[in-house]
């Protein structure tokens, strides 16, 4: 993935223009509009830091937590897609759930919405698969949070001029380009894991073939990372 894909798959992500409505409804009890506005500033302040820190310390925090790779990316994988999901099937709570009620500090508007767990899982793979191009990972987050500022920033207006049909539109339709983002990006995990599963599907009840070294041996070439594999049978798996 080059950095303009980073940049455009972490703008899909964060969803400013289905995020608009969110925004408006969260700060509708807020009447001075130069308060909304330092608000607004504030929770995107704050959303930056957040993804500046998983960038940069998320592949560390895995390391002490001991997750692997292929975890948190299909746990990204999957929240990604229950996101898009609901951008296309949107419930009547919203694609993030009930909000909490009051002028919001953090919650939920620099977390999730902006930053949420799949923009930071997103981020964390991207720091970890090629750590040698973090800053090019840094602009790509940069330029996806400032066309977000932009646009969260002109929220009002850009409801006004699109209206709520036409910003459900752009909503449904980023959803189904973040459908294909998902498959694109995630597609080599699940045939690795596709894979794993097989082995060790063949070597339960399979019962005419080779040792279960060779299982153990052609598991670990698909996923290299593995340190420890969970207790199988000593039947064998098929090439």
């Given at each position: 993935m080059?950095?303009?894909?980073?940049?455009?798959?972490?703008?899909?992500?964060?969803?400013?223009?289905g995020?608009?409505?969110?925004?408006?409804?969260?700060?509708k009890?807020?009447?001075?509009?130069?308060?909304?506005?330092?608000?607004?500033?504030?929770e995107?302040?704050?959303?930056?830091?957040?993804?500046?820190?998983?960038l940069?310390?998320?592949?560390?925090?895995l390391?002490?937590?001991?997750?692997?790779?292929e975890?948190?990316?299909i746990?990204?994988g999957?929240?990604?897609?229950l996101i898009?999901?609901?951008?296309?099937?949107?419930?009547?709570?919203g694609?993030?759930?009930?909000?909490?009620?009051?002028?919001?500090?953090?919650?939920p508007?620099?977390?999730?919405?902006?930053?949420?767990?799949?923009?930071l899982?997103?981020?964390?793979?991207l720091?970890?698969?090629?750590?040698?191009?973090?800053?090019?990972?840094?602009?790509a987050v940069?330029?996806?949070?400032?066309?977000?500022?932009?646009i969260?920033l002109?929220?009002?207006?850009?409801?006004?001029?699109?209206g709520?049909?036409?910003?459900?539109?752009?909503?449904?339709?980023?959803?189904?380009v973040l459908?294909g983002?998902?498959?694109?990006?995630?597609?080599p995990?699940f045939?690795?894991?596709?894979?794993?599963?097989r082995n060790?599907f063949?070597?339960?009840?399979?019962?005419?073939?080779?040792?279960l070294?060779?299982?153990?041996?052609?598991?670990k070439?698909v996923?290299?990372?593995?340190?420890?594999?969970?207790s199988?049978p000593?039947?064998t798996?098929?090439?």
């Amino acid at each position: 993935m080059d950095m303009l894909s980073a940049g455009l798959t972490l703008l899909l992500i964060m969803d400013p223009l289905g995020n608009i409505p969110l925004f408006l409804t969260v700060l509708k009890t807020v009447d001075d509009e130069s308060r909304k506005r330092k608000i607004l500033i504030r929770e995107l302040c704050f959303a930056l830091l957040v993804l500046l820190i998983f960038l940069f310390v998320g592949q560390y925090l895995l390391q002490w937590l001991n997750l692997r790779q292929e975890a948190v990316s299909i746990a990204g994988g999957i929240v990604l897609f229950l996101i898009s999901l609901r951008m296309i099937f949107p419930t009547e709570k919203g694609i993030m759930g009930e909000m909490p009620a009051g002028e919001p500090f953090f919650v939920p508007l620099a977390v999730p919405l902006l930053a949420g767990p799949s923009t930071l899982a997103m981020l964390i793979l991207l720091a970890r698969s090629q750590p040698d191009r973090i800053f090019e990972w840094l602009i790509a987050v940069l330029g996806a949070w400032v066309v977000t500022s932009l646009i969260m920033l002109s929220s009002t207006k850009l409801h006004k001029l699109l209206g709520a049909r036409g910003l459900i539109a752009v909503e449904r339709l980023m959803g189904m380009v973040l459908v294909g983002v998902i498959v694109v990006l995630h597609s080599p995990v699940f045939q690795r894991c596709s894979l794993y599963c097989r082995n060790i599907f063949r070597s339960t009840f399979d019962l005419s073939s080779n040792s279960l070294h060779t299982c153990i041996h052609q598991t670990k070439c698909v996923f290299p990372h593995l340190v420890s594999l969970p207790s199988i049978p000593p039947q064998t798996c098929l090439h």
